[in-house]
C-alpha cells in the first residue's frame, strides 16, 4: 500500500477552476468512484475552490493551493487561500461569518450555498486558518471498498 | 475566453431561449449572469434556459438563476429552465433552489407553461 500526493497551484482566478474540476473528475473516475460520486466530487472542489478564489486571495497572482491526497481508504482534497481579498478582512473564515452563513442561508439566496454542500456532499468537511491567514479547506471522500492502491 | 459564445440565445413566440452548450462552474457561471442581467435590463419578461448539454452547474450559477427569475416575477415575466440532467436535479434539490424555480423536463414544456 502506498498514499499519494498531487500538489497543483493554480492563479486566483475564477478561469483555472474548470480545468482542475476536469482533472480531479478523470482522477476520482480512474479510482473507481461511480459516477454520481465522480459528480458529486466535482461540484465540491468546484465549490471551495470558487470561494477561495473569490473570498480569499489579494489577487490573481497570488494563487490557491491543492493538495489532493489518495491512500487506501479516502480521496482527500485541500485549498489553500493566502486570504485578504477584502480590505480589513485576512482569513474570510470565522466563526461568526460562518454562524451568519449557515444562519441565513435559504434557497431564495443567490449565494452562500458553497459551505453547505460542500458540507453536505463530502465524507468529511474541515475549514481552518492556516499560518499565512488565509483559509483551508479540507474535504474527504470514501471509497465504498478498500483499495490496495498501487502507486 | 469568453463562454457567452457557448451561451446560444435565440427567441421563439416572444419567449427568449438560453441554449447552454458549457459546463457552469463558476467562470461560466459570471458569463451566463451577465447574460441573463443583459436580458433584464432590454426589459424581456420571459426566458426559458434550457440545460440538455450541461453536465455539471455550481451553486454561483443556480443563484444566477434564481435571482433573476426572482426579478423578472416582479415584472410579471418568469425564467423557468428545462432539460437537467439527473446529477444537476440533484444540485437544484439540494440548494432548495427547485422550490423557488420552475423546472420542466422539455423545452417545449417550459415555453408551454408560459
Known amino acids: 500500500m502506498a498514499q499519494a500526493d498531487i500538489q497543483l497551484q493554480i492563479p486566483s482566478a475564477a478561469f483555472y477552476i474548470e480545468p482542475v474540476r476536469a482533472f480531479v473528475g478523470n482522477l476520482a473516475k480512474s ?55 477584502h480590505a480589513g478582512k485576512k482569513s474570510w473564515l470565522t466563526h461568526e461569518r460562518l454562524s451568519e452563513i449557515e444562519r441565513n442561508r435559504s434557497p431564495n439566496n443567490e449565494s452562500g450555498h458553497g459551505i453547505f454542500i460542500a458540507k453536505s456532499l463530502s465524507d468529511m468537511h474541515e475549514m481552518q486558518t492556516n499560518a499565512s491567514g488565509g483559509t483551508d479547506v479540507r474535504v474527504v471522500f470514501r471509497f465504498l471498498k478498500p483499495r490496495d492502491i498501487e502507486i | ?73 416582479q415584472s410579471g415575466g418568469d425564467l423557468k429552465i428545462c432539460a437537467l440532467a439527473d446529477n444537476l436535479t440533484r444540485t437544484f434539490n439540494l440548494i432548495g433552489a427547485s422550490s423557488v424555480v420552475e423546472i420542466y423536463e422539455s423545452e417545449n414544456s417550459a415555453l408551454a407553461a408560459f
Open chain 1, 31 to 85: 479510482l473507481g468512484f461511480s459516477r454520481k460520486r465522480v459528480a458529486d466530487i466535482q461540484l465540491v472542489l468546484d465549490e471551495v475552490c470558487s470561494n477561495a478564489v473569490h473570498h480569499g486571495s489579494v489577487n490573481a497572482t497570488v494563487g490557491v493551493k491543492l493538495c489532493i491526497s489518495i491512500d487506501t481508504d479516502t480521496l482527500a482534497i485541500l485549498v489553500r487561500d493566502t486570504g485578504a481579498r
Open chain 2, 1 to 73: 475566453m469568453d463562454s457567452t459564445k457557448l451561451m446560444k440565445l435565440r427567441e421563439e413566440s416572444g419567449i427568449k431561449i438560453i441554449e447552454i452548450k458549457t459546463d457552469l462552474s463558476s467562470y461560466a457561471a459570471s458569463d451566463l449572469r451577465k447574460m441573463l442581467e443583459g436580458l433584464l435590463a432590454e426589459k424581456v419578461e420571459k426566458v426559458v434556459v434550457n440545460l440538455s448539454q450541461v453536465s455539471h452547474i455550481n451553486s454561483t450559477a443556480v443563484g444566477a438563476l434564481v435571482g433573476v427569475a426572482k426579478r423578472l416575477r
